[in-house]
Nanobody, 126 residues
């Protein structure tokens, strides 16, 4: 599967953005999806993950209550709805996928994912 992330941009603090991750090559229904972010000089950090069936989700503490991960398997796309954005949310955001047999699995570590999108830059101004 190949992943294409989009939807990044410049937004004021308190604003919202929705990131999309479109998959091609294979159906996404067999893959756990995740969003990560990275700023220069820091390691890539976990943001959110969603199970194959979309029922189970997990979030980094820093984004809980502000970000929502979702997916549409029929459209082969995953989303990250970001709200109440803060300057510290500024980063390049990456989507990732990992094939898993069980439909209730979520994955929160970089190493669990084997396919990554190219990243989309989100800049939040104060």
């Amino acid at each position: 599967v190949q992943l294409q992330a989009s939807g990044g941009g410049l937004v004021q603090a308190g604003g919202s953005l929705r990131l999309s991750c479109a998959a091609s090559g294979r159906t996404l229904r067999n893959y756990v999806m995740g969003w990560f972010r990275q700023v220069p000089g820091k390691e890539r950090e976990f943001v959110a993950t969603i199970s194959r069936n979309g029922v189970y989700k997990d979030y980094a503490d820093s984004v809980k209550g502000r970000f929502i991960i979702s997916r549409n398997n029929a459209e082969n796309t995953a989303y990250l709805q970001m709200g109440s954005l803060k300057p510290e949310d500024t980063a390049v955001y990456y989507c990732a996928s990992a094939w898993r047999t069980h439909s209730n699995v979520v994955l929160t570590t970089n190493g669990a994912y084997d396919t990554w999108g190219q990243g989309t830059l989100v800049t939040v101004s104060s």
